[in-house]
């Protein structure tokens, strides 16, 4: 398993401004990857985090409004870029310590974002 | 484009009842079906199922998976209070582009009443 810290865990930020969130793995992973869960909603990858390259979007997520790091193979920042309410969501990282993507992913404790 | 869905989306119990919910699949590269449990934020992992028909099994939960007909479910015995959360079906792209990525179902609530 792997466990995974993330940073804020909350936070209420004000439209047109940007957030980063961190994301933190107790042991070196080979994928990682960013949830949104909106309200009432299940969970949507936003992207796949790339360890030395850029990351890979879903459709419906473009790279200028959440602009991905993962410099090493612990460690990702997702930025909130520009925000407006509609960001407003709980955004999840998660893990994958397995060299295999079908197996679990583990989550890390998420962060509440609350845009006015 | 692949596609998970949860039954019932919501149910409420007592405590003692047993619980049964369900999740079907439509998916390329499957290779695995994935149940979380979420409570407040973060999903926990509760199952990994790989295989039709061997169940797993933790304490009150159980899970089997029947590949033939592309479903899972989980089973929850003497419900207590603390079983009230969202369970969420999960299967992962085992191929192509996207790998490794999760594909959600819509979840179900479930509440458990003392």
């Known amino acids: 398993s792997a466990v995974i810290s993330q940073k804020p865990s909350r936070d209420i930020c004000q439209r047109g401004t940007s957030l980063t969130i961190q994301c933190q793995v107790d042991?070196?992973?080979?994928?990682m990857f960013w949830y949104r869960q909106q309200p009432g909603q299940s969970l949507t990858l936003i992207a796949t985090?790339?360890?030395?390259?850029?990351?890979?979007?879903e459709s419906g997520f473009v790279i200028d409004k959440f602009p991905i790091s993962r410099p090493n193979l612990t460690f990702s920042t997702l930025t909130v870029s520009n925000m407006s309410p509609e960001d407003s969501s709980i955004y999840l990282c998660?893990?994958?310590?397995?060299?295999?993507?079908?197996?679990?992913?583990?989550f890390g404790p998420g962060t509440r974002l609350t845009v006015l | 484009e692949d596609k998970v869905v949860q039954s019932p989306l919501s149910l409420v119990v007592h405590e003692g009842d047993t619980v049964t919910l369900n999740c079907s699949y439509e998916?390329?590269?499957?290779?695995?079906l994935l149940w979380y449990k979420q409570e407040k934020k973060a999903p926990t992992f509760l199952f990994m199922l790989t295989s039709s028909g061997i169940e797993k099994k933790s304490g009150r939960l159980s899970s089997i998976l029947d590949k033939k007909e592309l479903f899972s479910i989980l089973n929850i015995t003497a419900t207590q209070t603390g079983d009230s959360a969202v369970y969420l079906c999960a299967v992962p792209n085992a191929g192509g582009t996207s790998y490794g990525k999760l594909t959600f179902g819509q979840g179900t609530i479930l509440t458990v009443h003392p």
């Open positions: 998660s893990a994958n310590p397995q060299l295999a993507g079908y197996n679990e992913q583990f």
């Open positions: 985090a790339n360890q030395g390259s850029e990351a890979t979007y």
């Open positions: 998916v390329t590269n499957f290779r695995s």
């Open positions: 042991s070196q992973v080979t994928m």
